[in-house]
């Protein structure tokens, strides 16, 4: 059992206390509230294995990267730590990121050191499916150590990637057609699959059982909803086409980037779907990125819609997520919202709300506890808890 008290706390749960306290016990938030309505405060004291002071400092929960590729390629290593995209196959959806992430990649330090406590991290968008993504902590003894859930949801890819992958050497998808027609194939499978898994279960002995299919076993976490499309749509065209197959099929779908998102922002409302946005600190490397704004988080928010913000890592490095959500506050997002947008809106579109994104009883004790704002350029992060366990404290000159 540890106490935090004096600090500002953004709980992220619709309450800021500007005086306030956190009593951390056994890796769990046990309680939060304002300082002067600290229970038993002396004898918190005592028990207590450690007190934080953090007057004058702003303490929040640990940020959440809704959408990256962390420890999928590797920090300064090249091909050999390249597993982000097993571009031999346009359908990959029995792929689990966990068993290429190499979990003692230096970016997951940094991300930790700069008040990310958790990525949502797995493949790439070669693939029309590429396979399953899954919410790790940034600290663990090994990837097994580090899981939140897994897998979180199955990435698919719309648009430019699958085509320049496959295109180029005359396999299908050469179009945005015939990504659209082999995702829809393959779902179709799943629930072709599915029925007769179904009907295996109810014959009697002696029929011949269906063949097990490990592509298909993976499928049905998105058709029986345990787990949604993450669907990679940069433009308009493409995020009305993952819509349109969501809809075919009753399935759950994000859109991940979202970079046209204003476009068709009254039809991302109708169906009451969320957008991971980002990475929108780049150059426009490629014509999908031709409308790419840093006002989108802002202008799809204010619009209604649910917004995470995402790095895309290493495209934008893990570290400076909280630089993308301060940029969208400079281009018109409120600050709030920005905050949720990489706190509990992105806990929430990921589906692990249960245990991370704010700062409640109950919820896994990761803390960040900041000298200042944390969308003030010059702000560090002065102490990082995960589970409860101090991870990283910074030196003090």
Same mark, same amino acid.
């Given at each position: 059992?540890?106490?935090?008290?004096?600090?500002?706390?953004?709980?992220?749960?619709?309450?800021?206390y500007e005086n306030g306290y956190i009593l951390v016990d056994g890796?769990?938030?046990? @309680?939060?509230?304002?300082?002067?309505?600290?229970?038993?405060?002396?004898?918190?004291?005592?028990?207590?294995?450690?007190?934080?002071?953090?007057?004058?400092?702003?303490?929040?929960?640990?940020?959440?990267?809704?959408?990256?590729?962390?420890?999928?390629?590797?920090?300064?290593?090249?091909?050999?730590?390249?597993?982000?995209?097993?571009?031999?196959?346009?359908?990959?959806?029995?792929?689990?990121?966990?068993?290429?992430?190499?979990?003692?990649?230096?970016?997951?330090?940094?991300? @930790?050191?700069?008040?990310?406590?958790?990525?949502?991290?797995?493949?790439?968008?070669?693939?029309?499916?590429?396979?399953?993504?899954?919410?790790?902590?940034?600290?663990?003894?090994?990837?097994?150590?580090?899981?939140?859930?897994?897998?979180?949801?199955?990435?698919?890819?719309?648009?430019?990637?699958?085509?320049?992958?496959?295109?180029?050497?005359?396999?299908?998808?050469?179009?945005?057609?015939?990504?659209?027609?082999?995702? @829809?194939?393959?779902?179709?499978?799943?629930?072709?699959?599915?029925?007769?898994?179904?009907?295996?279960?109810?014959?009697?002995?002696?029929?011949?059982?269906?063949?097990?299919?490990?592509?298909?076993?993976?499928?049905?976490?998105?058709?029986?909803?345990?787990?949604?499309?993450?669907?990679?749509?940069?433009?308009?065209?493409?995020?009305?086409?993952?819509?349109?197959?969501?809809?075919?099929?009753?399935?759950?779908?994000?859109?991940?980037?979202?970079?046209?998102?204003?476009?068709?922002?009254?039809?991302?409302?109708?169906?009451?779907?969320?957008?991971?946005?980002?990475?929108?600190?780049?150059?426009?490397?490629?014509?999908?990125?031709?409308?790419?704004?840093?006002?989108?988080?802002?202008?799809?928010?204010?619009?209604?819609?649910?917004?995470?913000?995402?790095?895309?890592?290493?495209?934008?490095?893990?570290?400076?997520?909280?630089?993308?959500?301060?940029?969208?506050?400079?281009?018109?997002?409120?600050?709030?919202?920005?905050?949720?947008?990489?706190?509990?809106?992105?806990?929430?579109?990921?589906?692990?709300?249960?245990?991370?994104?704010?700062?409640?009883?109950?919820?896994?004790?990761?803390?960040?506890?900041?000298?200042?704002?944390?969308?003030?350029?010059?702000?560090?992060?002065?102490?990082?808890?995960?589970?409860?366990?101090?991870?990283?404290?910074?030196?003090?000159?």
């Amino acid at each position: 059992m540890f106490l935090i008290k004096n600090g500002k706390i953004y709980t992220m749960a619709g309450n800021v206390y500007e005086n306030g306290y956190i009593l951390v016990d056994g890796g769990k938030i046990a @309680r939060v509230g304002e300082e002067k309505d600290c229970p038993d405060e002396k004898d918190f004291d005592c028990k207590c294995s450690m007190v934080i002071d953090a007057g004058g400092k702003y303490v929040l929960p640990g940020f959440i990267d809704a959408h990256c590729h962390v420890g999928m390629w590797e920090d300064s290593t090249g091909f050999e730590g390249a597993d982000g995209n097993e571009s031999t196959d346009p359908v990959t959806p029995q792929l689990r990121a966990i068993d290429g992430i190499y979990h003692l990649d230096r970016t997951f330090v940094e991300a @930790r050191e700069n008040g990310v406590t958790t990525v949502v991290t797995g493949p790439g968008s070669a693939n029309v499916i590429g396979g399953q993504f899954a919410a790790l902590k940034t600290y663990g003894k090994s990837v097994d150590d580090m899981i939140i859930k897994e897998p979180v949801a199955i990435k698919a890819a719309f648009g430019e990637n699958p085509k320049r992958t496959y295109g180029g050497n005359k396999k299908m998808p050469l179009t945005r057609m015939a990504t659209a027609a082999l995702l @829809r194939e393959n779902l179709k499978k799943a629930l072709e699959y599915k029925k007769t898994m179904e009907s295996d279960n109810k014959e009697s002995e002696g029929k011949e059982k269906t063949k097990f299919d490990m592509k298909m076993d993976a499928l049905l976490k998105v058709l029986n909803k345990e787990v949604p499309l993450k669907a990679h749509a940069h433009r308009a065209d493409d995020i009305l086409t993952a819509i349109r197959i969501a809809k075919e099929f009753d399935i759950n779908i994000t859109i991940e980037h979202c970079t046209e998102g204003k476009y068709v922002k009254d039809i991302l409302i109708k169906e009451g779907i969320p957008a991971i946005i980002g990475p929108f600190l780049t150059d426009r490397s490629k014509v999908e990125l031709k409308n790419l704004s840093v006002k989108t988080p802002g202008i799809l928010s204010k619009a209604g819609i649910k917004v995470a913000i995402m790095t895309d890592h290493p495209v934008i490095p893990v570290q400076n997520l909280w630089l993308c959500a301060a940029m969208a506050v400079r281009e018109g997002m409120e600050e709030e919202e920005a905050l949720k947008a990489i706190t509990i809106n992105a806990a929430e579109i990921t589906g692990i709300a249960d245990r991370v994104g704010s700062l409640e009883p109950g919820k896994d004790a990761d803390i960040v506890i900041f000298n200042g704002h944390p969308f003030d350029i010059k702000t560090r992060v002065v102490t990082t808890i995960i589970n409860g366990e101090v991870i990283y404290k910074e030196v003090e000159n």
